[in-house]
């Protein structure tokens, strides 16, 4: 099983960018992004479910929506608003499981730059 994120770039405060996250096989249960900035641990960012729940964390609600096609099986991260503490390297990862959302990920993507330029 792989995870292929893509979409990462360097973009101004107040600016777009769409992550997406390619599944080699049928999408999880549950799949989420994640981040990791300059010297910091890695957060959780937002998750939605085969169901279309999604859940996202307090720092991007309101500028992040988290989609998923089930057919295309891909995940994507529309950032809007961005600021400059969004700059991360930016994660996918995939689980069987519903259970927390936030956290217990088994399937992890290599990482995508986003760098937002204040």
């Known amino acids: 099983v792989q995870l292929q994120a893509s979409g990462g770039g360097l973009v101004q405060a107040g600016g777009s960018l769409r992550l997406s996250c390619a599944a080699s096989?049928?999408?999880?249960?549950?799949t989420g992004w994640f981040r990791q900035g300059p010297g910091k641990e890695r957060e959780f960012v937002a998750a939605?479910?085969?169901?279309?729940?999604?859940t996202y964390a307090d720092s991007v609600k309101g500028r992040f929506i988290i989609s998923r096609d089930h057919a295309k099986n891909t995940v994507d991260l529309q950032m809007n608003s961005l600021k400059p503490e969004d700059t991360a390297v930016y994660y996918c990862?995939?689980?069987?499981?519903?259970?927390?959302?936030?956290?217990?990920?088994?399937?992890w993507g290599q990482g995508t730059q986003v760098t937002v330029s204040s």
């Open positions: 096989e049928r999408i999880f249960s549950v």
């Open positions: 939605i479910g085969w169901n279309f729940y999604s």
């Open positions: 990862a995939a689980k069987g499981r519903y259970d927390d959302y936030t956290r217990n990920y088994d399937y």
